[in-house]
């Protein structure tokens, strides 16, 4: 298989990334067959897959349309995949040309096209760094360089949080994140509801072994679980709803239960 530009040397592109996955079920470019073929064994079980994903990133659309609104212009997206059409950065200069951005993942390859795609760009970065240690997120140096974290900051936690078991501490470190926000900053996150998935037992084991293969096993949440994550902040309204149910800019006509099978909120630090 013949390595592209935007795929790092010493990343094995034999094996599927879930960064590539979820490229390729929003119709994105940055994946190979390997990708392509599990993501095909995850919706053979989950048909509904790439709809919860594009329910996923329409809310961060318009969560970061309305931080922009309420004043808020810098953006630490962490988890932040490959930077596919309709990405933070791209929606927040849309929205605020002077907006700054920080896109944090694990995955070396949505790091390496992250720095391709905020190439020369100074009120932009990108690096490697992983949810679970917050402060090594909160203090790395391209954090210090773009954003003025004595000033509000829009934290977003998109699509992330279901795939970090309770033995890795999430809470806590959600709350180290918010802790250490400025007054006014905001906490941006989505979470699937497996229990609300169309599917059947099965359905819903099958597909969560297929992420498992690729070493990103999803983690069944309750809204109540899914709602601890904002105890640190103040809530906004809606609240913590489905997907489309939050903020929707238009009439929310479709009822397709897998765009609903996923949860969305934002809280305010006080």
């Known amino acids: 298989m013949e390595r592209p530009a935007w795929a790092p040397r010493g990343i094995d592109i034999t094996v599927p990334s879930v960064s590539r996955i979820h490229d390729y079920y929003l119709g994105g470019s940055h994946n190979f ?16 897959l790439p709809k919860i994903l594009r329910a996923d990133r329409a809310f961060t659309r318009r969560a970061v349309r309305w931080a922009v609104g309420e004043g808020v212009t810098q953006f630490l997206d962490i988890g932040s995949g490959i930077p596919t059409f309709g990405n933070v950065h791209e929606t927040a200069r849309a929205a605020d040309p002077g907006a700054r951005v920080v896109l944090v993942d ?4 949505a790091v390496a096209h992250g720095r391709t795609v905020l190439a020369g760009d100074e009120r932009a970065g990108t690096f490697t760094a992983d ?11 391209v954090t210090a360089e773009v954003l003025d974290l004595t000033r509000p900051v829009a934290v977003l936690l998109v699509g992330v949080l279901h795939f970090v078991d309770d033995a890795d501490a999430p809470y806590e470190a959600v709350a180290e994140l918010t802790e250490a926000l400025a007054p006014g900053s905001l906490l941006i996150l989505t979470h699937a509801a497996l229990d609300a998935v169309p599917a059947d037992e099965e359905g819903v084991r099958g597909a969560a072994e297929v992420y498992r293969s690729v070493r990103a096993p999803l983690v069944g949440r309750s809204r109540e679980g899914i709602a601890r994550f904002l ?3 103040e809530l906004v309204d809606p609240g913590l709803v489905p997907l489309p149910r939050w903020r929707p800019e238009g009439p929310v006509e479709d009822e397709d239960p897998y765009a609903f099978s996923g949860f969305g909120g934002v809280g305010r630090a006080a």
């Open 106 to 109: 694990h995955d070396p390859v």
């Open 33 to 48: 067959e390997v990708d392509r073929e599990a993501a095909r064994r995850a919706t053979r079980f989950l048909p509904g």
């Open 231 to 233: 105890d640190g902040v």
């Open 131 to 141: 949810l679970r240690r917050p402060r090594e997120i909160l203090e790395h140096p």
